[in-house]
C-alpha cells in the first residue's frame, strides 16, 4: 500500500479490487480526490514536467518522452541564447491560470511560487522618470535590470493584482468559494474508475459496472483504504500520462519498478481552423531509408516549439485533440468533466470552462507561436507606498499596518518583439527533441550516434504550419519521434521523390 507521510494532507478512498486478477476495479471518492484529478487539467506542460522529474529517482515511470527532452535542453542552453535572464525562466517556470483556484485543493501539486513584485532600489528616482516616459515597471523576476536606471530590481514591494480576485469572483455563476470543493460539489460521491472515467455515484451504477467486468457477486472482491499524499498524488499523474490502469499500479504495485507506455493509437485528427503562419526548418535525411536524423533550426523554431512547455494539458486536450490526445486517461478525465452535469456535480459553468477552456498566459505567448490560443492580459498591478521622514514615497512591505495609497504599475515584458531568443541562435535538433547549438561538435556528434555515412544524407527544407504543429505537440507526449510524426506527410512525399 502507498505509504503516507502523517504531517502533510492526504485524501483517503475507498477501492475495489479484483482479487483473482490482482486489479482495481473502481474507487469511491468524495471531492477532495475528484478535485485533484480535475486540476491535472489545467497544469501547463512544463509544470507537469518538472514535477515529474522530481519523481524520477523514486520510480520508473517516463511519460511526457520529447517533452522531457525539450525541458531539459532548455535548462542546459547557455543563457547567452535567451533575449535575458527572465526569459529563460519565464519558459522554465510557466504558471497555470487556474493557480489560485488549485491553492485550495487539499492536496495540491501545483509548485509554482506565489507570484511576487520587485522594484529596483531607486524606485524613487525612477518614479520621476516615469513621469516623463508614462510608465513605471515591475518585475516578477529579481534578476531583471531596471528600464530606466539599470540597476537590478531586486527590492520586494507588496502588492494587488487582479490574479488575487479570481478567488472573488463577482460573477453570480462562479460559486467556486461556496462550500469546501474547488471545482465539484462537496456534497456528492464519485466512483472513479481504473482508467480515471469519473461519474456520480449510484448503487445502480456500481452493479452495472460490476455486471459489465463479468461479476456475479462479490466472492472476488476485496475493499480497501488508501491514503493518498503530495508523492501519491504526483505517481498518479505520472502513471495517467502513462498507462490505462493507473490506479491498480498506484494501489497495488506502488514500490513495484516496471516500464509502462501504453497509449491509445497516435492519429492525425481533423481541423476546423486553417491558419496561414508558416516556420521553415531544414531536415537531413538518410536517402536509402527516408529516416529522419536531425534539424537545423533557427531561432522562431525553437521559440515555437518551447511554448509546449506553457500550453496546460487542458488546452491540448480539448482545443487541439477535442479529447482524442491518445493518452487514455486524460481523455477520460475530459469526457468525464465534459459529461458532468454544472450545479448539480461541478459548481459552476465558469469553473467548468476554466477546467476545458484554459487561457494562455501572455508571458508565454511568442509571435512565433502558431496556435490560435486567447492569451491572458498582463494583469493591473498596485504596490503601496507610505511617507517617508523626507516626505517622499517608498514601497512598503508592510502596507497593510499603515495609512497607504495604491500606485499603479506596468508589468515589465521581458520578451523583446514578442520573442524569447535571441534572432542570432542556431540550433540542432533530434527527432525526440533535444536541443543544442548548431556547432560542427554537435552534428558529428549526432552523424556518429547514427552511424551513417556522409553520401546517405541529404537535406531539404519543409515547412510548419497548424496541422504540423498540432501533429508535433501530440507526438511529444505519447513518442520519441515528435518531428517525424509531425511532418510524416511532407517525409513522405519527400522519400517518394528520392
Known amino acids: 500500500m502507498a505509504a503516507t507521510v502523517t ?19 473502481f474507487a469511491e471518492a468524495d471531492h477532495n480526490f475528484v478535485d485533484v484529478l480535475f486540476s491535472f487539467m489545467t497544469l501547463p506542460m512544463g509544470s507537469i514536467v518538472r514535477q515529474l522529474k522530481k519523481q524520477s529517482g523514486k520510480n520508473n515511470i517516463d511519460p511526457l518522452k520529447s517533452l522531457n527532452n525539450l525541458y531539459q535542453s532548455l535548462v542546459d542552453l547557455p543563457d547567452r541564447f535567451f533575449l535575458n535572464e527572465e526569459c529563460k525562466y519565464t519558459i522554465l517556470n510557466p504558471r497555470s491560470p487556474s493557480y489560485h483556484h488549485c491553492r485550495k485543493l ?6 509554482t511560487e506565489l507570484k511576487k513584485y520587485f522594484v529596483c532600489q531607486s524606485w524613487e528616482d525612477c518614479t520621476i522618470n516615469c513621469t516623463i516616459y508614462y510608465k513605471q515597471y515591475v518585475s516578477n523576476y529579481c534578476k531583471t535590470s531596471c528600464c530606466y536606471c539599470g540597476k537590478t530590481m531586486n527590492h520586494e514591494v507588496s502588492f494587488k493584482d487582479d490574479d488575487d480576485d479570481d478567488d472573488d469572483d463577482d460573477d453570480d455563476d462562479d460559486n467556486s468559494c461556496d462550500g469546501g470543493g474547488v ?6 460521491t464519485f466512483i472513479v ?13 456500481c452493479i452495472e459496472m ?8 462479490t466472492c472476488h472482491l476485496e475493499e480497501m483504504m488508501v ?76 521559440d515555437f516549439i518551447s511554448g509546449f512547455l506553457a500550453i496546460s494539458l487542458g488546452t491540448v486536450i480539448s482545443k487541439f485533440m477535442n479529447g482524442n490526445s491518445s493518452l487514455v486517461c486524460m481523455d ?36 512565433n507561436m502558431i496556435f490560435p490560443l486567447q492569451n491572458s492580459k498582463f494583469p493591473e498591478v498596485f504596490i503601496f507606498e507610505s511617507c517617508n521622514s523626507t516626505g517622499g514615497y517608498v514601497p512598503d512591505p508592510w502596507y497593510l499596518s499603515y495609512s497607504t495609497k495604491p500606485v499603479k504599475m506596468t508589468i515589465n515584458d521581458p520578451r523583446v518583439g514578442g520573442e524569447l531568443f535571441k534572432r542570432t541562435g542556431m540550433f540542432m535538433l533530434t527527432d525526440d527533441l533535444v536541443i543544442t547549438p548548431f556547432t560542427f561538435t554537435s ?33 511529444s507526449m505519447i513518442s520519441s519521434s515528435t518531428l517525424s510524426k509531425g511532418l510524416e506527410h511532407q517525409l513522405k512525399i519527400l522519400k517518394q521523390s528520392t
Open 227 to 302: 491514503d493518498l499524499c503530495y508523492e501519491q498524488v504526483i505517481d498518479l499523474l505520472g502513471l495517467s500520462l502513462s498507462c490505462n490502469s493507473p490506479l491498480t499500479y498506484l494501489v497495488l504495485y506502488p514500490s513495484r519498478d516496471f516500464n509502462i507506455s501504453q497509449h491509445g493509437t497516435f492519429d492525425h485528427g481533423t481541423l476546423a481552423e486553417k491558419d496561414d503562419s508558416e516556420i521553415f526548418l531544414h531536415v537531413s535525411l538518410q536517402k536509402s531509408t527516408g529516416k529522419l536524423l536531425f534539424a537545423e533550426a533557427e531561432q522562431d523554431f525553437v
Open 106 to 111: 487539499k492536496v495540491n501539486i501545483d509548485d
Open 332 to 367: 477520460n478525465l475530459y469526457r468525464s468533466i465534459s459529461d458532468m452535469s454544472v450545479e448539480k456535480y461541478l459548481k459552476s459553468q465558469t469553473l467548468k470552462d476554466i477546467l476545458l477552456k484554459p487561457h494562455f498566459g501572455r508571458q508565454f505567448y511568442t509571435r
Open 443 to 475: 552534428t558529428m556528434n549526432i552523424l556518429s550516434k547514427c552511424n551513417v555515412p556522409f553520401d546517405d544524407i541529404e537535406r531539404h527544407k519543409v515547412s510548419i504550419g497548424l496541422k504540423e504543429a498540432i501533429r508535433m505537440l501530440k507526438a
Open 7 to 25: 504531517s502533510e494532507s492526504k485524501i483517503s478512498i475507498k477501492v475495489t479490487v479484483d482479487k483473482q486478477k490482482k486489479k482495481v476495479v
Open 183 to 188: 471545482f465539484v460539489s462537496d456534497s456528492s
Open 193 to 205: 474508475t481504473d482508467d480515471l472515467r469519473v461519474m456520480p455515484y449510484s448503487p445502480g451504477c
Open 210 to 217: 460490476l455486471v459489465d467486468q463479468g461479476f456475479a457477486d
